[in-house]
């Protein structure tokens, strides 16, 4: 059973940064997509940053050149390194993978909320 779990959400004030991490069990697809996704209240879940199957990342232009998506094969961990954070970056943030082949978005994490302060 694929499990993603989030953790390294919380509260930063304008400016900061955090770091958010995913750690992935009993995951076996190969050519897969792995990605951030967030939800601000009463708004719609978007794409935040994703990594294609050869580990070319692709941001929302809302995060470009401020965020930064990584994986540590050796710990199957994804990170989202987020800097500069803004308010309106405050939403839950879900990590996500696909199956093979980066067909659909099969696997969910719970979530780990973050809240940016001005």
């Known amino acids: 059973q694929v499990q993603l779990v989030e953790s390294g959400g919380g509260s930063v004030q304008s400016g900061g940064s955090m770091r958010l991490s995913c750690a992935a069990s009993?995951?076996?697809?190969?050519?897969?997509?792995m990605g951030w996704f967030r939800q601000a209240p009463g708004k719609t879940r978007e794409a935040v940053a994703t990594l294609n199957n050869a580990r070319i990342p692709r941001y929302a232009d809302s995060v470009e050149g401020r965020f930064t998506i990584s994986q540590d094969n050796t710990k199957n961990t994804l990170y989202l390194q987020m800097n500069s954070l803004k308010p309106e970056d405050t939403a839950m943030y879900y990590c996500?993978?696909?199956?093979?082949?980066?067909?659909?978005?099969?696997?969910w994490g719970q979530g780990t909320e973050v809240t940016v302060s001005s």
């Open positions: 009993g995951y076996h697809h190969s050519n897969h997509c």
């Open positions: 996500a993978a696909t199956g093979d082949y980066c067909r659909s978005w099969d696997y």
